[in-house]
């Protein structure tokens, strides 16, 4: 006879599954192999025989002179939460005055009724479901570590309290929360006390009572054969793991006669036929194509489309920061502009806003206000104009940076204005500011104690006015001081069915990007030449200011 091969993994499994646990099927076979004191045990041989006769390794008879087949090897098949009664629930149960709890009583009626219908059908393999006591006082009693003498710690002793089952969650009708949900500044008992894990779990042993013959029905012989535990996320962990391949695992007994028994789990839950997988993936396919429609609704169908000819413009930006201003408590105030021919906008749409006033923070040798303002708008542009020499204008954006003082009353840091990028993407924009000023002291003591100063009554004069209709706009004579900056972020798309036709259309549309690119460049080289002019005339000014003997006839300082 070959040598049995025992498993000695005893750890604990886990297993995923989307089936319902009410499916799982276990085969638990448990055999008596035989006394450990026979291995022991060296009979004196008799005279004239030098070999052992192996009958004196036959086990002893019963006092009914044989052993029943039933204690010897027992297998049985357990469903999910199925309860098999052990004999000492049977002896106790029969007992009326020990029934305490409904269960009880429930489990009382079913006893009552197997013994009519012919008794149990197992004798030594039997089960704790997750509603009885024993449940509760192993996960109380389960120990961390190896250890004989293992002295639990704190968190041990708090999760062992826990009931990790599953409840019922009632949401609260018209109701506040009764507690703060985060809590800023926790203390070290605080920590201590909700450092707990409550998984909800249901719980499932499957027990073996290896008591000796005719001593069935004793607590001091039971033992864990396995241990299943599932959560709400079809997780199922299994200790000792499912047989499969491996050996059976051993149990050896303790006291007198110590008895050695080996035990299999296996799986046996049915799988699914052809039909049924067939008829769950038909279900599932329904079940997703329902939510995809469902989506579909959300989202439209539909996809608008552009008119022939017209440019659709989607901006998602964000007034990031200001920085470089005087005053704290800032705020900005920016709309967009668009151009009076070929641009127009959604009678809902709002192309202005006003950010939250922040205090600024010093960054190096700034002070930065950090807005992080959100903004949106769409606008469309139709070109109609045939003539290649038709440059078309691009929307601006136009901001107004304005602080708060302690009496609240405001004051102007500084306008500034910037071409919108006429190409999709990402950009991060940086618009210079500057703010109207007046000659003296006087203006700035008002500006600081009173809070007026002067202000522009219409925000485009930044750049060129709407209104204006000259061919040189001049402003001479108007004084300036350079302030600090301000960042956007813009996430620019555009959608034009000349990107993806092609046709004239395309060609056409593709002629109106590049001189949309050209203008924007035109932008740029305008901005630098009026910060050359502002530069100069600022030097102008500090020549002025000097005594006329450090200056001399041609202009330049003298040395």
Not at 157 to 179: C, F, H, P, T, Y
Request: charged share 25%.
């Amino acid at each position: 006879m070959a040598e049995t091969v025992w498993s000695t993994d005893t750890g604990e499994a886990v297993y995923r599954s989307r089936d319902p646990v009410r499916n799982l099927r276990l085969r638990v076979h448990l055999q008596r192999i035989t006394s450990s004191n026979f291995l022991r045990y060296q009979p004196a041989a008799q005279p004239g025989k030098d070999l052992i006769d192996l009958a004196t390794f036959r086990p002893h008879p019963t006092a009914s002179g044989h052993r029943s087949e039933e204690e010897e090897e027992e297998e049985v098949v357990i469903g999910w939460q199925e309860k098999l009664f052990s004999q000492f629930e049977v002896d106790l149960y029969r007992n009326e005055a020990a029934c305490q709890s409904p269960l009880d009583h429930q489990y009382r009626q079913e006893i009552l009724k197997l013994e009519d219908s012919g008794g149990r059908k197992n004798r030594r393999i039997f089960t704790y479901t997750d509603s009885d006591r024993y449940t509760n006082v192993e996960e109380h009693c389960q120990k961390m570590t190896t250890a004989a003498r293992e002295v639990p710690s704190f968190l041990v002793e708090r999760m062992a309290n826990v009931r990790r089952r599953r409840q019922d969650r009632r949401g609260m009708e018209g109701g506040i929360l009764k507690s703060r949900i985060v809590t800023w500044e926790p203390s070290e008992e605080f920590v201590r006390n909700n450092h707990v894990i409550n998984t909800p779990l249901q719980t499932m042993y499957i027990m073996a009572d290896l008591g000796p013959y005719g001593k069935l029905g004793y607590k001091k012989y039971e033992h864990v054969l396995c241990t299943l535990k599932v959560d709400s996320n079809g997780v199922i962990t299994v200790k000792p793991d499912f047989t499969g391949l491996k050996g059976p695992y051993r149990i050896e007994t303790e006291g007198e006669k110590q008895e050695l028994w080996k035990f299999t789990v296996h799986n046996v839950s049915s799988l699914a036929q052809p039909e049924e997988e067939e008829r769950e993936q038909r279900v599932f396919k329904d079940l997703y194509g329902r939510h995809k429609e469902y989506l579909s609704s959300l989202v439209g169908t539909d996809f608008e489309m552009t008119v022939p000819g017209a440019l659709r413009l989607f901006v998602n930006g964000e007034v990031v920061s200001a920085q470089g201003y005087e005053y704290d408590n800032l705020y900005v105030h920016f709309f967009v502009e668009l151009p009076t021919t070929n641009w127009s906008s959604p009678a809902f749409q709002q192309l202005s806003g006003i950010t939250q006033t922040c205090a600024t923070k010093s960054l190096g040798m700034d002070k930065v206000a950090y807005f992080s303002y959100p903004f949106t708008f769409e606008a469309s542009f139709l070109h109609e104009d045939e003539s290649a020499d038709a440059l078309p204008e691009w929307p601006v954006l136009y901001c107004e940076v304005l602080s708060l003082d302690f009496w609240q009353r405001c004051r102007v840091e500084g306008y500034g204005a910037v071409v919108l990028p006429a190409t999709p993407g990402s950009h991060t924009l940086t618009v210079p500011t500057w703010r109207p000023t007046e000659l003296g002291t006087v203006a700035e003591l008002r500006r600081f104690f009173i809070g007026g100063s002067l202000e522009l009554e219409d925000l485009s004069y930044v750049r060129i006015p709407g209104t204006f209709k000259g061919e040189r706009l001049s402003r001479f004579g108007f004084r300036t001081e350079t302030t600090g900056s301000v960042t956007f972020r813009l996430h620019c798309l555009q959608q034009s069915r000349a990107f993806m036709e092609s046709s004239f259309l395309r060609k056409k549309m593709r002629s109106v990007l590049d001189r949309l690119e050209g203008f924007s460049q035109q932008s740029s080289v305008h901005n630098v030449l009026e910060a050359f002019r502002r530069a100069r005339r600022r030097m102008q000014e500090a020549r002025e200011s000097l005594p006329q003997d450090l200056v001399s006839s041609s202009g330049t300082m003298v040395s």
